[in-house]
């Protein structure tokens, strides 16, 4: 169809000097139909309109056979080329040679022996565009009309904004920002993107205010980062997003986890809680303490978790029977571990830099069954600690992993 296209806007380029019925009757009887090359379309009609230019024109045409195929021709810098060979004369006395140059290019171009260049072409059907790592200081808006892009991955780049015409992008199912420190904000239509699955903006930490509109984007599986300010409604965004999968909460202070109602998210088995350090979180009661958990939650992660004890909710019947792997990285003040032991279910614990760590409690590890023989256990930085793998576990019957690391006040495994 592209070829059909320009053979018609060639042989319209050759008519539009035609202006009589027997000027055009002459192009139709042309000899020139009966040579063995007119058997590629675009040939005979370019070569009758090559064939009525005047000398000048033909020069200047020939000329460009010295550039190879597809060449991206500069237009001020061909025309001082014609010049200095010559072919450029003006009119009249004192005209300047560049203009003269100029109005043969755009003669040339009107007969079609110049393609404008389309600085995106052919990308009106693409679906998948990767621009990751290109250090973009600005996302052009134009994207917005890439109207059958499915994924468009957008990670490390520089941009402080997108811009609105993202939202166009009615079918677009992922949209990676990760790791784009500089973001500032996200596009305010983002409704827009209606089919969006899998938002990743991870290390997007200038992102301090996630839009309300986002809580439309009802097939939203994936979010890895979500910001949780103090007491604001912002949990209430995922009221609706009950097709989530993978879910990272920011946590900025004391919110009302129950405005999310995560325990109707049937779906989400992964679940990261990142507790902001440089805040205050009330002891008792606390907004912690008041989650509803998603009840197939199979993978969990508490980081910078500030109370003085773990979560109750933590040896719930639903994490217990589903939980298969849990991170404790960096409790401020959790000096005991000893409900752990209660999820039968897990494969995989790891507990990084809980430093006022110093005891597991005898009911961790029981008395009875070792690891499980396929499991790998690790142990980094463990000071004044007995870290014997031969320790007896009568709890994690199913534990494969276990990995402690900076656990310095650690000393004992029971009490």
Known sequence: MQRVATCCKAYGSLLRFKETVQQWQNVLDSEIWQLKEAAVSLFPHLYLSYNELPPELKRCFSYCAVFPKDFEINVEELIRLWIAQGYVRPNRRGE????????????????????ELQEVEGLNCVRTLTLSCCGLHEVPA????LNHLRHLDLSWNLFETLPEAICDLYYLKTFDISNCGDLSCLPQRIEGLVHLRHLFNLITYE???IPQRLGKLTSLCTLTQFNARSNSDDLAILKYLNQLERLRIDIYGEVDFGSAE???????HEMYLWFNPGV????TPSCIESMELPPNLQQLALDMYPRNQLPSWLVTKSLVNNLTKLIINGPRNVSSLTDLWKLSSLEELRLIRVEKLE???????GITIALHENSHNTFGTLSNSETSSSAEA????NLRKLHFQCCPNWTNWKT
Not at 96 to 112: I, P, T
Not at 359 to 365: A, I, P
């Open 262 to 268: 995560l325990g109707k998210k049937i779906y989400l």
């Open 280 to 283: 205050h979180f009330m002891e």
């Open 359 to 365: 005891c597991l409690g005898k009911e961790f590890f």
């Open 142 to 145: 134009e994207i917005g009309s």
């Open 96 to 115: 300047r040679l560049e203009l003269v140059g100029l109005e043969y290019f755009n003669n040339l171009a009107m007969r079609s022996f110049f393609q």
């Open 207 to 209: 992102v301090h205010q």
């Open 394 to 397: 009568a709890a994690f019957p």
